[in-house]
Nanobody, 115 residues
């Protein structure tokens, strides 16, 4: 079963930056409509950023101007650059996307923002 491989989480101070990566195993097709979700303890999983099939980009209002989603098609990898991190950004971040008609998720990577 395909599982997206996330990396880049960690602990930073408020105002700091992290860059998350989401890689598709090499033998699998290109990931389509990739996105990043996050889930804080006791809260629902919510969409943070995504790239639509036509290449449009969506950002949740809470991260606009601070987060940037991007992709490297050659590496079949999706990124989430997170700047000016706030304590309320702390959560487990999950990447997701469609591969050959099926939707897949990563295992999640923890982001902690604290002073």
């Amino acid at each position: 079963q395909v599982q997206l491989v996330e990396s880049g989480g960690g602990e930073v101070q408020p105002g700091g930056s992290l860059k998350l990566s989401c890689a598709v195993p090499a033998t699998f097709s290109r990931i389509n409509t990739p996105g990043w979700y996050r889930q804080a303890p006791g809260k629902q999983r919510t969409l943070v950023a995504s790239i639509t099939g036509r290449g449009s980009i969506f950002y949740a209002d809470s991260v606009k101007g601070r987060f940037t989603i991007s992709r490297d098609i050659a590496k079949n990898t999706v990124y989430l650059q997170m700047n000016s991190l706030k304590p309320e950004d702390a959560a487990v971040y999950y990447c997701t996307g469609e591969i050959q008609g099926l939707n897949y998720w990563g295992q999640g990577t923890q982001v902690t923002v604290s002073s």
